[in-house]
């Protein structure tokens, strides 16, 4: 088996460069998930979220975002209102790609950018001011209902959004001048900084006497399973076989053959962020408004560890995973891509043939990846709340976690190869001179 050598790391002086600034970006993040809100009693927000909080749909995005919603700081929101806004975005021009009402000209990506950031600017001041009410229900807030402090609960809105705001900037940033997808990083670095917090809860909550210790050895083997599995399944891909019967070459005709890789789990990380959105939605508002009759329902029958909530959080996810998965491998054009340059996937004919039978192995990959997301997201919760087993970090956190070393070890070798390359190809410049 080969082996990358990251000797010449050192000696990249870009390579550098960029994970020095990498790192630098981080830092300056995670100083910004210590910056209280305005007028906003720490303690109180730390009772309110170890009371309600701190487990399901909400504990997870509280981990996505370094402990930034636990402790009702500059960053609390995190960059999710982007991520949902870029994904919503890309899903409704696909759909007027797909019905023939703009061509794929029109889409640019600074184009989308700019959409995902409007929409995002109107989600982020939307779920600010439900956090903000939401304190002031909590009397999270210092100063009672004084001008000054009304004055301040606006500002920590523009706070939250600003906050938002700023790391999608410093994402971008990554992206021009750093290493890795900036965005990702970011939520990369929260979930790693809460890990040490989430194994020491692990180990002071359970204890080690009796029971105690075979259910941290149980909550070990169940995390190193899930990992293991993640990383089986995220490198795992079918290969569908394709052929170029007429391919020319040099004036010759010959046979050639290919194949189109997908990945088992062709959604990724997409369906179980979704759909904890939409359940994080009402389960906010009823938390915050639990006196009426409709939060009581939600917070009884749909909180965290209740079975109602785990049969919702499953449905989504499966739901999610056959919506998303036709946006990401889109069978009609692969296959018409295909037809233009005469290649013959697995034996059909090219164009409607094809699209079928790239639609029927993508149903079968969608389902193994569907119940794959479900197993991953909810087993976790579920031995939890009813074995006592703990997997430290919800499913969806390990997802990311993989994802995104696997993509920064994959752009460190790129970028290995490529001044490796450069290298060879200066010193052959050189020979070709003097000749």
Not at 99 to 114: A, D, M, V, Y
Not at 211 to 238: C, D, K, M, P, Q
Not at 312 to 334: A, G
């Amino acid at each position: 088996m080969s082996r990358v050598n990251f000797d010449p790391f050192f000696s990249s002086k870009d390579l550098i460069n960029r994970v020095l600034f990498l790192l630098m970006v981080l830092v300056v993040y995670r100083f910004g998930t210590f910056i209280t809100l305005p007028s906003v009693n720490p303690a109180r927000v730390s009772e309110i979220f170890a009371a309600n909080l701190s487990s399901g749909v909400i504990g997870m995005f509280n981990t996505f975002s370094g402990g930034a919603l636990g402790r009702m700081t500059l960053f609390a929101l995190n960059i999710m209102p982007y991520i949902v806004s870029s994904i919503i975005v890309q899903v409704f021009f696909s759909m007027l790609k797909s019905e023939g009402k703009i061509s794929s000209e029109s889409i640019s990506e600074s184009k989308l950018s700019f959409y995902s950031k409007i929409l995002a600017l109107f989600l982020s001041v939307f779920q600010g001011f439900v956090i903000v009410i939401g304190l002031e229900k909590s009397q999270a807030f210092i100063g009672g209902s004084t001008e000054f402090y009304s004055l301040l609960r606006y500002l920590s809105v523009l706070s939250l959004v600003c906050g938002t705001f700023c790391l999608i900037w410093l994402g971008q940033q990554i992206n021009t001048k750093g290493i890795g997808n900036g965005i990702s990083m970011i939520i990369f670095t929260g979930i790693v900084a809460e890990m040490p917090s989430l194994f020491g809860n692990l180990f002071m909550g359970i204890g080690f006497s009796g029971s105690g210790l075979f259910n941290i050895l149980g909550s070990l083997f169940l995390f190193t399973f899930i990992v293991a599995l993640i990383v089986l399944v995220e490198r795992s891909y079918r290969n569908i076989p394709v052929s170029y019967p007429r391919r020319r070459n040099w004036g010759a005709m010959y046979d050639s053959s290919s194949g189109i890789p997908v990945k088992l789990n062709v959604s990724g990380v997409i369906p179980p962020i979704f759909a904890s959105a939409l359940i994080l939605f009402p389960l906010t508002l009823a938390n915050f408004s639990s006196d009426g009759w409709l939060g009581g329902f939600f917070i009884k029958y749909f909180s965290a560890g209740q079975p109602l909530y785990f049969l919702l959080y499953s449905v989504l996810i499966v739901f999610f995973c056959f919506f998303y998965s036709d946006f990401v491998f889109n069978t009609k054009e692969i296959s018409e891509s295909l037809k233009k340059s005469e290649a013959i996937v697995a034996g059909r004919r090219p164009g409607v043939s094809t699209k079928n039978y790239l639609d029927y192995v993508l149903n079968r990959i969608t389902v193994i990846g569907a119940l794959y997301l479900v197993f991953v997201c909810v087993v976790p919760e579920v031995s939890r709340n009813y074995f006592g087993f703990n997997a430290v970090v919800s499913g969806a956190s390990l997802l990311i976690i993989i994802n995104v070393i696997t993509d920064l070890i994959t752009q460190i070798q790129v970028h290995l190869f490529s001044s490796q390359y450069a290298s060879f190809a200066k010193k052959g410049g050189l020979v070709f001179n003097k000749r």
